[in-house]
């Protein structure tokens, strides 16, 4: 079992920064992907930055030069720093661990309690 839990939500204006982390306790040895996702109010949840095994991060385009993912390993947290934010950015973001084996498709995964974004224009 793995324990997740986010922190850094909050209110900013337009062009403003944010950085969410995302703690994570329990068994996590064998995890090795760890990803941010924000649904807004009436849409699906997407995929905002991924990253897997040490390799590359990937971004979806919309947060692309604006939002870097990254980990503390000796804290098991990983970051989303966020920068340049627009009123779009608004959502519920969420944290996502598990064991990703490719595609679309996890062994298994757990997911953080969500916090709020909130960018005024």
């Known amino acids: 079992q793995v324990h997740l839990v986010e922190s850094g939500g909050g209110l900013v204006q337009a062009g403003g920064s944010l950085r969410l982390s995302c703690a994570a306790s329990?068994?996590?040895?064998?995890?090795?992907?760890m990803g941010w996702y924000r649904q807004a109010p009436g849409k699906q949840r997407e995929l905002v930055a991924f990253v897997r095994g040490g390799g590359p991060p990937n971004y979806a385009d919309s947060v692309k030069g604006r939002f870097t993912i990254s980990g503390d390993n000796a804290k098991n947290t990983v970051y989303l720093q966020m920068n340049s934010l627009k009123p779009e950015d608004t959502a519920v973001y969420y944290c996502?661990?598990?064991?990703?084996?490719?595609?679309?498709?996890?062994?298994?995964?757990?997911w953080g309690q969500g916090t709020q974004v909130t960018v005024s224009s």
């Open positions: 329990g068994n996590i040895f064998s995890v090795n992907a």
């Open positions: 996502r661990w598990g064991r990703f084996i490719g595609g679309n498709s996890w062994q298994y995964d757990y």
